[in-house]
């Protein structure tokens, strides 16, 4: 049986990479023995942090007027600090984060009547006038007739005449003549129509 062993070279160069995999292991593992602080050792003070007095596995330290920066790498457990956040209470705007519903829009109080706002509304502007003016006829003396359409009705009326029980001819012209409604007031002119 062959372990691959022919190939001197190939063979010396895998146990290389073996060894240098292993110590690189062994090194991730444990760490590093140099730049790690021992368990006993004192530490070093940070700037504004007076002599260090030892509480049970921790380090308490006494502040001075100078509070200490949060810039430092001291992994030590600050109990101070953990107090001072303890105190901190939360005062939100009281939307419950758990619900999906939308807040209740807030219902504006009604203004009494006498400082309401005073609505000024126009009226409604008048119904036309459906009639056509579509001809008229003429005497000599003066004397006009118009003839005025409403759908398949046809009115023939002079100057005064009310048509249709609600409108009245104002006057007559030579290409257009003036309705009054007497229901509405509404005045309005209509022009002859050709055909």
Do not use: C
């Not at 593992?29 to 942090?49: E, L």
């Not at 101070?80 to 939307?95: F, I, N, Q, R």
């Not at 003016?133 to 007739?145: H, I, L, Q, T, V």
């Amino acid at each position: 049986m062959k372990l691959g062993t022919e190939n001197k070279a190939k063979t010396i160069a895998a146990a290389v990479l073996v060894l240098v995999a292993a110590f690189l292991m062994v090194h991730a593992f444990r760490g590093d023995d140099n730049s790690a602080p021992a368990a006993n050792a004192p530490r070093p003070m940070s700037p504004g942090v007076t002599s260090p007095v030892r509480s049970g596995n921790t380090l308490a330290a006494h502040k001075t007027a100078r509070p200490m920066l949060a810039q430092t790498l001291d992994p030590t457990l600050r109990f101070d600090w953990l107090k001072s956040s303890e105190e901190v209470t939360y005062k939100g705007t009281g939307h419950d984060i758990f619900r999906s519903q939308p807040e209740e829009a807030s219902i504006p109080k009604p203004l009494p009547p006498d400082k309401q706002p005073k609505v000024v509304q126009a009226p409604p502007p008048p119904p036309p006038i459906d009639l056509k003016f579509y001809g008229f006829a003429s005497r000599k003396d003066g004397y006009k007739r118009i003839f005025l359409s409403k759908g398949e009705d046809i009115f023939v009326a002079k100057e005064g005449d009310i048509v249709d029980r609600r409108y009245k001819i104002v006057h007559i012209g030579q290409n257009s003549v003036d309705v009054e409604d007497v229901l509405t007031n509404n005045r309005q002119t209509l022009p002859l129509l050709a055909g």
